[in-house]
């Protein structure tokens, strides 16, 4: 009953899209393994159960993952991601829903979005982006898989709640960076309002961290979020200096 309600709720597309992209991941990754321990702990899953989804045994996944066998072939990484989603699925799909989310082409304010090959910590993020961290230097160590970078005024202009909900919802372990920023109050109201929360928030645009607005920062401490300022020239600069860490 809870699994055709969900497969109600997400389309055979959206769920084609989400494996192709998780396989496609893998197949293109210069360590395949990497990728799919992450895409399991993204699912909140432990190998034991996700390797009895698949029919191995968790020592076979386990060596997969940590590339002790060779590149997994195209049947083994169909049967990993099927797995995942049906394991998740018959717990209730959250994660299926979240990752499958379809959007419209957000590019008008997007201007760059990418899953980072290895995961870095919060504060490999903050110091690739000349950063000062304001709020969660106990999150230092915290793990950061991707990155979506927005123009701030273009996003307000254009951009719709659901646009908003997909950008957060993509995948929460990430950084989200909000440019042309006056003090940052309007980007922390927004995650506020939204139920799924990025694990770190980055706002460009204050040229010393004394401009950052007070309440943003009380905010960002009230939601549990890590709130940097980053201190690089431009908005081309901070993409930049994101790839380099993909």
Do not use: C
């Amino acid at each position: 009953m809870v699994q055709n309600t969900i497969e109600r709720e997400v389309s055979a597309t959206a769920r084609d899209i989400l494996m192709s992209r998780i396989a496609g991941e893998i197949i293109l990754s210069s360590s395949p393994g990497s990728v799919m321990k992450k895409w399991r702990q993204l699912f909140e899953l432990n190998q034991s159960e996700l390797a009895r989804h698949m029919g191995v045994s968790s020592s076979v996944l386990s060596d997969y993952e940590n590339n002790r066998r060779k590149s997994p072939g195209a049947v083994f990484i169909k049967k990993f991601v099927s797995a995942l989603v049906d394991a998740d699925i018959k717990k209730g799909g959250i994660h299926v829903r979240r990752f499958s989310m379809l959007h419209r082409d957000l590019s008008i304010a997007v201007l760059d979005m990418s899953e980072f090959r290895n995961p870095k910590t919060v504060r490999q993020v903050v110091e690739a982006l000349d950063g000062v961290l304001l709020v969660g230097r106990e999150w230092d160590n915290e793990l950061i898989y991707g990155y979506t970078v927005i123009d701030s005024l273009s996003a307000i202009r254009n951009l719709e709640a659901l646009d908003f909900l997909y950008l957060f919802g993509k995948n929460p372990n990430r950084v989200i960076v909000f440019t042309k920023v006056s003090r940052g109050r309007s980007p922390m109201v927004a995650v506020r309002l939204y139920p799924i929360k990025p694990k770190m928030i980055v706002i460009h645009g204050p040229k010393i961290p004394e401009e950052v607005d007070a309440f943003a920062i009380e905010l960002a401490e009230l939601e549990g979020v890590s709130f940097s300022l980053s201190l690089l020239k431009s908005p081309e600069e901070i993409v930049e200096r994101l790839k380099k860490l993909v």
